[in-house]
């Protein structure tokens, strides 16, 4: 594969992430439902993705965005309002921003050495990934036998989410890409919440390659009801339903495999509020990351409440 090309191809896994799964972000939620209080808000309602942060000592309000990572920025020409409290804010926050040269170091972890496919699967569950990897890219599944499972699912599923019309006529740049490029191009400051390395050991090496191989099988299995829940969850972000994106993912959760998810939304809801307050306290912040880490017990939003913050919806 040529250097561009590959690239270009690490680039649509990282920016996959907030696909996984659907692809990445859906979990499982067991802890029990919050007791509501007189003081308690309200939790996320359904119909915004724009939310106002306010009070706590914050001399200026800051804004909660959830994106889409493979929505490109033209979409925002339908969404004035997200438009003008991005240009009003001084900084800019995104999960992570691009290096392309340390993403040919990162692509490492995307591959086993040691192990191979062919090894990981039975002679059928072989064939009949070898099957779908032949339709969606034209090449044998020999020709990435080291690749790690998780490589392959993705791809997979970038290939069916790259079949949506909805997502066909919007152009430019992903959105998180675009609101980071157009900060540093303003001279405003661009703050990342994690690296590219703890992004790619996330979806890479958190599940052994054996409990992967599990999930790239029951993919596949699944691969025509899980495409109609994608297309429905892309519907639902662009209804601005976090309410419903959030029960929709756990359905994807279901058939793609995958277990108790919360160590890719929980756990780094969490770690992301160790450093929010103080970027929001320093000055007017856009924070723009994807869109599962708003609703939810552990969500942003109620981490933001609880952490006594007025968060409101602007949409």
Known sequence: MKRKNTIAFLYLLLISLLLYPATSEAQKVKSKPARATAKAQPAAPAKSLLWEIS???????????????????????????????????RGVVVETEIDSAQMMQLGAKMVMPDNKLSALLSQEDYALVSKEVKQAFGFDLSMADQMKPMTVLLMLSMAEYQKLEVLKQYKGQPLDVYFANQNHKNGKKVTTLETMEQQFDLLYNHHPVEKQAEQLVKYVQQKDKAAQVSERLTQLYLAKDLTGMWALSEEYNKLTGAEDMAYMLDDRNKDWMTKLPSIMKEQSTFVAVGALHLP?????????????????PLQ
Request: hydrophobic share 30%; net charge positive.
């Open 296 to 312: 939810g017990e552990n969500g942003l939003i109620q981490l933001l409440q609880k952490a006594g913050y007025t968060v409101k």
């Open 55 to 89: 009070g706590n000592g914050l001399q200026q309000p800051s804004y909660l965005y959830g994106t889409y990572h493979l929505l490109n920025s033209s979409f925002l020409d339908s969404e004035p309002k997200v438009k003008e409290h991005f240009l009003k804010s």
